[in-house]
């Protein structure tokens, strides 16, 4: 949020970071549930500072988390004096409109809330209009937060937004290669090409999507269980759906107590595939398929993000991670925008990277 | 150089760091040719930190840089007086014995020189002993240098250095990728995959290595110059010999004034290549040939440095960067240990990263 919009220009003090860092941290709760809602949280500081109370939100149909934290704060002796006069730091702009709940401004205009911190402004037009009913209002409202915690905060909800933005799910494809590309050995094996820091990172990013999709390909061929698991073993608190697309046939996936949902979609195309994921809630999808997967959805454009652990290592044949895109020579190529390389260490010396990577918006200078 | 190994704890001092750093400076002066002999420059310092002389060595046959220091000293007024006492700061151990020129230990010590700083011991069995017969003759000998200038004058003849192991030159085999592994796309576009920053780095690379190595099938299909140029198109001072292997049919290279010599060697054996490479004083080959080139020398065990130019885009589709290995299961995969890692930033924003590699000598771990 561009603090130069809002008519205040007043600054975020030590205790509202404080208050703003344990409200994303809340807002992330991996028991809530991910999906057509965002995750929120709210810190109420009184004025000297002090945590009042806490609230987030759990998902559709339940309390936002500022209603949350003022019925919590509510129960507290000195109540609603207290609130008098109090600061409110959300992770996302107070909703202005009345849903299955009651508008948000309202419910801190209610409580005599006189300043409150926003990290992120609300991209949905439906729910946005926030700011502007607290300042006409007569609250002071804070939008200039630390980069880093704008980019939390922004982060937490990316699929939610994408969402808004262009009707269908954020879609993250997440591949293994070799140095020269390939995603298996002649003879099929894959297990594993990349190290176990790089296991662990699939299974982290699974417990951050809403869906796992593979193709009917893969769920014959690697039997996954497509569960996000700790080094471990045991499960993460969240689990993501998980999908198999495709007209060929595939067992079932394995069944494991505490996976996510397994769904089976007969269909070969992208967009219905995303369409039909959208309608049952779905806001970000982690593409783990096979080469011919991820490029079915590269060449329908439907690929936001690309994830690639790259192991330093030569196969000199065998499955190639992409298989073909339609494209015949050089002027063609797919180019995409490398955002982030970091390396995966592991612990007897072999080391991965991981590439992050977008589709270009603009094309490649020669 | 283990400044353990020393009777002396003598301790660098900063007007010899700074004439360390002149000495590599000299050393590597692009008019002197690579090849078998060792690159090495001399400063001569006053008992007051001034420099008296410089001098380098300038390939076989020609003074070595003591030599050539010490006869510039004597043409200064006041030599030879000014040279009892002084110092010699030296990137590589003196030599110990009589080759084409005579032992510098014994032209340091009939000078008068008290003391020798030393960046690198001689690991040619042939010529070291240099510092126990200057510790012999009463001479301070400094061999604890900062670790940046140790890198640096090890650096300046890791070629020749690997010649005194192993009898064959060092091959550093360089390949630009698209992110699937490919090298070129299916009509066999090539050119460019990678950006401006990345090709700019080859010509670096070219004038650093005493030759550059093709197969007939890359002379064929890029007619390559195989110069190495700046990026406004004028050549480098120094230029590498202009290698193409291989029994099938190839034209004669591009004639191009200054380039190197052209040579075509008329096998498909690398390690015949290599010999052939290292009778002609041949150090370090840098193997430009396409996927087949590579392919062959990585199954001989001939690699001993990789650079990937990898390019933010995909092809689909098109020939692999890396040839058959005769590797059908993961098992037998190609470990390589990636020692960098470094992105090449265009002025438009492409970004390819730059990985160097080198052969794992020890499995990678599971």
Known sequence: MDPGTTQDAARITPAEIAALRRALEIAADPAVPLGPNPRVGCVLLAA????????????????????????????????????RGATAVVTLEPCDHTGRTAPCTQALLEAGIARVVIARRDPNPQAAGGIDRLHAAGVEVVGDVPAELAATAAALNRGWEHGLVHARPLVTAKTALTLDGRAAAADGTSRWITGPAAREEVHRL?????????????????RPTLTARRPDGTLHPRQPLRVVMGTSEAPDLPAVDGAGEALHLPTRDPSAVLATLFDRGIRHVLLEGGPTLAAAFLRAGLVDELIVHLAPTLLGAGRPGVADLGITTLAQRLDLELTDVASLPTPGGARDLRLTLRPRTTPAPA
Chains 1, 2 share one sequence.
């Open 48 to 83: 000297d500072g002090t945590i009042l109370a806490e609230g987030h939100h759990r998902g559709a149909g339940t309390a936002h988390a500022e209603a949350d934290a003022l019925a919590r704060a509510r129960e507290l002796p000195g109540a609603p004096a207290a609130l």
């Open 206 to 222: 699974r417990t951050t999507c809403d869906a796992v999709l593979v193709g009917t390909g893969t769920a014959r061929s690697d």
